[in-house]
C-alpha cells in the first residue's frame, strides 16, 4: 500500500547481542524497582558493615571497608543513580563486584535472588531520547511478568569513578601497612 512505512528493522545483530546476555544474574532491589548483575562479576554478598568515611570523595562514594586485610571502596548505588539515601535496614547489604582492576562495594537495599535468564527472555535498552544515558544498561530481564534492569556494572561505575575508587583504595591500604 501506498503511504505506509516499513517498521522491519534487521534484528541479527541485536539477537547476536542479547545471545550474549543471556546467563546468570544475582538481583537485587533498589528503591522499589529490580535490578541484575552478572554473577560473574559478583565476589562478595555480606550485610552492612560500618563504612569510613573517606574525606573530599563524591557524595555517593561512602568510603572503605576493611575486607580480611584488604582495603575495598564503597559506593552507594541509591545516590549514584541520583535516588534518595534510604535508612538501612536489616536487608540492606554490599555486594562486593570486580571491576577488572579493582573490587568495589556497593550498597544494595536488599538482594533477591540467583537467576538464569534466557536470550529470548531479555529485550533491549528502550530507547529514552539523546538526554538519557542508558549506556550502563545491558538490557532488559522478563521474568514472570516483571522487568529486571540488567546493569553493566563496569559502565555503572564510569572510567572516572573507578580511577576515584581506585585511589581511595590505593591510599588506604599504603596507610594500612
Known sequence: MTGETSTTTNTSGASAKLQT?????????LAGEEYGLEILKVREIMGMM???????????????????GKVIPVVDLRLKFSLDEAE????????????????TGIIVDRVSEVLDIAAE???????????VDTDFILGMGKIDG???????????LAADD??????????NSETDK
Open 50 to 68: 560500618d563504612v569510613t568515611a573517606v574525606p573530599q570523595t563524591p557524595e555517593f562514594v561512602k568510603g572503605v571497608i576493611n575486607l580480611r
Open 21 to 29: 546476555l543471556a546467563g546468570k544474574y544475582l538481583t537485587f532491589g
Open 162 to 171: 573507578i580511577a576515584t575508587v581506585r585511589a581511595i583504595a590505593n591510599n
Open 146 to 156: 516483571s522487568v529486571k534492569i540488567l546493569l553493566d556494572i563496569d559502565k555503572v
Open 121 to 131: 527472555d531479555i529485550d533491549e535498552t528502550p530507547a529514552f531520547g539523546g538526554s
Open 88 to 103: 538501612r535496614t536489616e536487608e540492606t547489604c554490599i555486594i562486593v563486584v570486580d571491576l577488572g582492576t579493582v573490587e
